[in-house]
Structures are given as C-alpha cells and as structure tokens.
C-alpha cells in the first residue's frame, strides 16, 4: 500500500518516498482534495500520476500497521506519517 499526504500547491508528497506526485485531472478526487490518498501505482508522463487511488483516513495506518507507521506531531496538528525502520 503506498500512501500520500496533500500539500499546500495541491501535489501530494508520498510517505516513502518523499517523491512528489498528482492525482490524474480527470480523478473525480480532484473534487474532493483529500488530505491523504492511498494508492497502487505511479504513471510517469510529464508528471508522477497515481492510479487506483482512494481517500484514507490517516489514523487508519497507526491503527492497522503500528509496527510500520507512526504519527509525527507539530502542535496542534498532525503534519506527518512516518515509517519505522
């Protein structure tokens, strides 16, 4: 599962990878802006597109894979998911 945080220009930055990446424009989740997306796979054209994407409730990710995730805090909200080594 690879998943993406929103940032301020709307590009979302994935969690792993820290790579920079889009929703398609035709993404009926355009519409919608979610602040965290997961999704299956990456289409390189002139940008880094995610395909197969749902929105997803970060607390999810601590709750499910708490040995692989967790919340990094900047008060007072949440500003990141991290990955443990």
């Known amino acids: ?7 301020p220009n ?6 792993r990878n820290h790579q ?6 035709n993404s009926v ?5 979610p ?3 997961m999704y299956q796979d990456i289409v390189k054209t002139n940008r880094y597109y995610m395909r197969e994407v749902s929105e997803l409730d970060h607390r999810w990710l601590i ?3 708490p040995h ?9 909200r949440i500003i990141g998911i991290r990955i443990l080594s």
């Open 10 to 15: 709307s590009s979302y930055k994935g969690v």
């Open 20 to 25: 920079v990446l889009y929703l398609h424009p």
């Open 1 to 7: 599962m690879n998943v993406a945080q929103r940032q």
């Open 63 to 65: 709750e499910i894979a």
């Open 68 to 76: 692989f995730y967790e919340v990094t805090l900047n008060y007072p």
């Open 35 to 37: 602040e965290w997306i």
């Open 29 to 33: 989740l355009n519409a919608l802006h």
